[in-house]
C-alpha cells in the first residue's frame, strides 16, 4: 500500500468528457506532482505545486487543469481529451520541492481515452 | 544537457546473480540521484538514493556506486531474486524537478 491516494484507479471517458483525477495524501508534504507515464516509458513531469501554488508547468495543453484546494489534496481536470492522451497518471508528494527530498508515488490513474 | 541515459533496455539475470544498471548525465548541477523500481500495474517506488558528495551507498541487496568525474552512477543488486523482476529507473533532480532515464526491464530467471 501506498502513502499517497489516488482515485479512481481506472477511468475511460470520451473525447468530450470532464472528469477529475484525485490525489490525496497525509504524511505533511508541501509539495506534491503529477506525472503522465505512457507505457514502457518514464514518467514525465506535468505540474508541480509546492505549499498549494502551481509552481511549474511543463508546457502542458490547457485540456489538463491541476488545481491544489489545500496541503493534502490535489485533483488534474480532464477536458476535451484526445486519445494520445491515453496514459497512467501518476501523482507523487514530497516534503518540499528542494533539497533531496524522495518523492512518493501513488499507483496511479490509468485513462483510456475512447 | 538534461537528459539522463540509462542502459542496458533489458537485462536478464539468473537468480543469485548480479544485476548492473548503467546511468549518465551531463548536468553538474543535478543533486540528487534516485533509483526507483517500478512493478506492473504501480506507481515507481523509491528504491534507493545518493548525494554527490557520496561515492557508494549500500542499502541491504541494493548499492547505487557514484562516480562523479565519470558522471555515471550505477545500481547493483546482490543475489537477484524472481521477486526483483521490474522495471527500474535511475533518476536526477536539478530546478526543481527529477529526470528520468528510460528504463531497465530486469527479469530474474529461477
Known amino acids: 500500500d501506498t502513502e499517497v491516494t489516488q482515485t479512481p484507479k481506472h477511468l475511460v471517458m470520451g473525447m468530450t468528457n470532464k472528469k477529475s483525477l484525485k490525489c490525496e495524501q497525509h504524511m505533511g508534504h508541501r509539495a506534491m506532482y503529477w506525472y503522465k507515464q505512457k507505457a514502457k516509458k518514464p514518467p514525465e513531469l506535468m505540474f508541480v505545486y509546492s505549499y498549494e501554488k502551481l509552481s511549474i508547468n511543463e508546457s502542458v495543453p490547457s485540456r489538463f487543469s491541476p488545481e491544489c484546494p489545500n496541503s493534502s489534496l490535489l485533483n488534474l481536470h480532464l477536458h476535451a481529451l484526445q486519445p494520445e492522451d491515453s496514459a497512467l497518471y501518476l501523482c507523487?508528494?514530497?516534503?518540499?520541492?528542494?533539497?533531496?527530498?524522495?518523492?512518493?508515488f501513488g499507483d496511479g490513474t490509468r485513462l483510456s481515452i475512447l | 544537457q538534461q537528459q539522463v541515459k540509462q542502459s542496458p533496455q533489458s537485462l536478464i539475470v539468473q537468480k543469485g546473480g548480479i544485476s548492473i544498471i548503467n546511468c549518465a548525465y551531463e548536468?553538474?548541477?543535478?543533486?540528487?540521484f534516485p533509483w526507483y523500481q517500478q512493478f506492473p500495474g504501480k506507481g515507481p517506488a523509491l528504491l534507493i538514493a545518493?548525494?554527490?558528495?557520496?561515492s557508494e551507498k549500500k542499502e541491504g541487496r541494493f548499492t547505487i556506486s557514484f562516480n562523479k568525474s565519470a558522471k555515471q552512477f550505477s545500481l547493483h543488486i546482490m543475489d537477484s531474486q524472481p521477486g526483483d523482476s521490474a522495471t527500474y529507473f535511475c533518476a536526477a533532480r536539478g530546478t526543481g524537478k527529477l529526470i528520468f532515464g528510460q528504463g531497465t526491464t530486469l527479469q530474474v530467471k529461477p
Open positions: 507523487a508528494s514530497s516534503r518540499r520541492d528542494v533539497g533531496n527530498q524522495p518523492q512518493h
Open positions: 548536468n553538474t548541477a543535478f543533486d540528487y
Open positions: 545518493i548525494r554527490p558528495d557520496v
